[in-house]
Nanobody, 120 residues
C-alpha cells in the first residue's frame, strides 16, 4: 500500500487549504487515518486522526479550525484547514493503518509529506 499526499502550498494567515491523501495498492482496507506535521528540529506531532467508525481526534492547537474526513470508496483522507496561522507552517504527513487482504498482513504506512507555509 502506498500513500500519495497533495494540496500543500503557500497561503496567507487566515486562509484555507485542503490536503488530500490517497491510498493505492492491492486489495486492502484502511482502518485508521492520521495527519501529522513536523517542523525542522521538532518531533512529528499528530494533527488529526479518524477511525473506521468516523471517530475523530484533534490536537488542541487545531480544534475548531481543521476538519479531517475520509472517503472509503476512494481510499482517501482529507484535511480541511481553515483560519490558518503562521504556526501551522510545517511538513504535513498522512498515515494509514490497515490490512492487506491479499497477504493478510497489517500495514502502517506514511505519505511523502506536503509542505504548508502560512505567511503572516
Amino acid at each position: 500500500v502506498q500513500l500519495q499526499a497533495s494540496g500543500g502550498g503557500l497561503v496567507q494567515a487566515g486562509g484555507s487549504l485542503r490536503l488530500s491523501c490517497a491510498a493505492s495498492g492491492s486489495t486492502f482496507s484502511v482502518n485508521a487515518w492520521g495527519w501529522y506535521r513536523q517542523d525542522p528540529g521538532k518531533q512529528r506531532e499528530l494533527v488529526a486522526s479518524i477511525s473506521s467508525r468516523g471517530t475523530t481526534v484533534y490536537a488542541d492547537s487545531v480544534k475548531g479550525r481543521f476538519t479531517i474526513s475520509r472517503d472509503n470508496a476512494k481510499n482517501t483522507v482529507y484535511l480541511q484547514m481553515n483560519s490558518l496561522k503562521p504556526e501551522d507552517t510545517a511538513v504535513y504527513y498522512c498515515n494509514a493503518v490497515g490490512r492487506d487482504f491479499k497477504t493478510s498482513n497489517g500495514f502502517n504506512v506514511w505519505g511523502q509529506g506536503t509542505v504548508v507555509t502560512v505567511s503572516s
